[in-house]
């Protein structure tokens, strides 16, 4: 086997790795955002949002787009950014300090915060998604 199809088998695993991340953030997204506590209805549109694009995107990595790995890393800082607003916004107009409700949307910020170091630091991934060459065809 060659180093570069090893690379490729090591940037689809860690495409695969970022897909469970990404779905388990969903997860706890999607029960935020229904959860009766919660008084933004707006977390269910960003939530579905979220949903929607990361999966596109991803797919778009997984079809070696050069840009798909930027959009993906600049939308989950997005997300991130989104997600946690609300909650500080929830947890500074409540009374109690809502354990369950910010238990839900910090382990979906964990998750994204995860998925967000492969993209990054992957060299495999970075290869991936570099614009092929005439040899890669």
């Known amino acids: 086997m060659s180093h570069a ?12 790795v970022i897909l469970l991340l990404l ?13 009766r506590l919660n008084t933004y209805p707006i977390t269910q549109g960003l939530t579905f949002g979220c949903v929607l694009w990361t ?23 997005l997300g991130i950014i989104s997600f946690s607003w609300i909650a500080l916004l929830l947890r500074s107009e409540s009374i109690n300090s809502l ?28 290869s991936y998604s570099a614009p092929r060459t005439a040899g890669d065809r």
């Open 5 to 16: 199809s090893r690379r490729k088998i090591r940037a689809r695993i860690w495409l695969c």
């Open 23 to 35: 779905t388990g953030a969903h997860y706890y997204f999607i029960r935020f955002s229904i959860d």
């Open 55 to 77: 999966t596109v995107i991803w797919g778009a990595m997984w079809l070696r787009y050069p840009w798909a790995r930027y959009v993906m890393i600049a939308l989950l800082c």
């Open 99 to 126: 354990p369950e409700l910010t238990r839900l949307v910090v382990y979906g910020l964990m998750l994204y915060t995860v998925a967000l170091i492969p993209l990054g630091a992957s060299r495999a991934l970075r």
